[in-house]
């Protein structure tokens, strides 16, 4: 997971507005602006909330919580400041994330049951330098809203209609392998199998663990979760959030599972 602080517990909010006043902060930002993402703790949806920290925010950061974070433990707003990827793998010159499901079948004693979810492929082209946050976020409401005005107004973006954007932004996990071998980054056909199902597998069972003391303890109890996990163009995976109200549905019905597993509910 990358370096992720609480803003509305005093101790990470301390040391996070320590970090972004610091001279090593300021020299970084000079050659790499974007160093973290803000968004909401709880309780957001369809990427309301998200933003990169640049001059213009970390200003009102400060004006709210002091420079020193004085105000921290005082204030208490929902925020989370996260490290920013700065090396993200892309797909055709475009961001992209991976969306994982769990089914908690039990709390007690602990059940849970992994399920491949999907790729989130951007619709707008990445480019680092640019503020503009449908460049960085890969949620699936800012792609819809691009799709939808384009089918609404008969049009094309970016040289594709509706559909072909459909068909570039949600790829299945087989896709995704497929991708990197005919792009020469792997050699491993193998690869989803022996790499990157057990990467999620370990990182759902990682995180449901260290929630499950949270967790209301009825045997009759069950949730249903969605994790965020992107990728670095080194082929390595991070955590980035776990979605209580996930969702699973999508113009392609055929990469889910949505209405087998409500049935079996």
């Given at each position: 997971?990358?370096?992720?602080?609480?803003?509305?517990?005093?101790?990470?909010?301390?040391?996070?507005?320590?970090?972004?006043?610091?001279?090593?902060?300021?020299?970084?930002?000079?050659?790499?602006?974007?160093?973290?993402?803000?968004?909401?703790?709880?309780?957001?949806?369809?990427?309301?909330?998200?933003?990169?920290?640049?001059?213009?925010?970390?200003?009102?950061?400060?004006?709210?919580?002091?420079?020193?974070?004085?105000?921290?433990?005082?204030?208490?707003?929902?925020?989370?400041?996260?490290?920013?990827?700065?090396?993200?793998?892309?797909?055709?010159?475009?961001?992209?994330?991976?969306?994982?499901?769990?089914?908690?079948?039990?709390?007690?004693?602990?059940?849970?049951?992994?399920?491949?979810?999907?790729?989130?492929?951007?619709?707008?082209?990445?480019?680092?330098?640019?503020?503009?946050?449908?460049?960085?976020?890969?949620?699936?409401?800012?792609?819809?809203?691009?799709?939808?005005?384009?089918?609404?107004?008969?049009?094309?973006?970016?040289?594709?209609?509706?559909?072909?954007?459909?068909?570039?932004?949600?790829?299945?996990?087989?896709?995704?392998?497929?991708?990197?071998?005919?792009?020469?980054?792997?050699?491993?056909?193998?690869?989803?199998?022996?790499?990157?199902?057990?990467l999620f597998k370990k990182i759902t069972y990682h995180y449901m663990k260290m929630i499950q003391p949270n967790l209301r303890k009825f045997p009759q109890t069950y949730d249903f979760y969605g994790f965020d996990v992107m990728m670095t163009d080194d082929l390595k995976g991070y955590f980035i959030e776990i979605n209580c109200q996930a969702g699973h549905s999508s113009p392609k019905p055929h990469l889910f599972w949505e209405t087998l597993l409500m049935e079996r509910i």
């Amino acid at each position: 997971m990358p370096e992720t602080f609480r803003l509305y517990n005093q101790k990470e909010c301390k040391e996070f507005f320590k970090i972004i006043n610091s001279d090593e902060y300021k020299n970084a930002i000079k050659t790499h602006p974007n160093q973290y993402i803000i968004k909401v703790g709880s309780d957001s949806m369809a990427a309301s909330g998200v933003y990169l920290l640049d001059e213009e925010e970390q200003k009102k950061l400060n004006d709210m919580y002091g420079k020193r974070g004085h105000m921290c433990g005082i204030k208490k707003k929902n925020l989370i400041a996260q490290k920013y990827l700065p090396n993200p793998l892309l797909i055709k010159g475009r961001k992209f994330d991976f969306r994982i499901y769990t089914y908690v079948a039990s709390i007690d004693p602990m059940i849970v049951y992994y399920r491949d979810g999907f790729l989130r492929i951007s619709v707008v082209k990445y480019d680092y330098d640019s503020n503009d946050r449908k460049q960085h976020l890969t949620n699936q409401a800012v792609s819809s809203k691009i799709i939808k005005e384009t089918r609404e107004k008969n049009t094309t973006y970016d040289g594709m209609t509706a559909d072909e954007l459909v068909e570039l932004s949600y790829w299945s996990y087989e896709k995704f392998t497929q991708y990197l071998v005919d792009e020469g980054k792997i050699d491993d056909p193998s690869w989803l199998d022996t790499y990157l199902r057990p990467l999620f597998k370990k990182i759902t069972y990682h995180y449901m663990k260290m929630i499950q003391p949270n967790l209301r303890k009825f045997p009759q109890t069950y949730d249903f979760y969605g994790f965020d996990v992107m990728m670095t163009d080194d082929l390595k995976g991070y955590f980035i959030e776990i979605n209580c109200q996930a969702g699973h549905s999508s113009p392609k019905p055929h990469l889910f599972w949505e209405t087998l597993l409500m049935e079996r509910i």
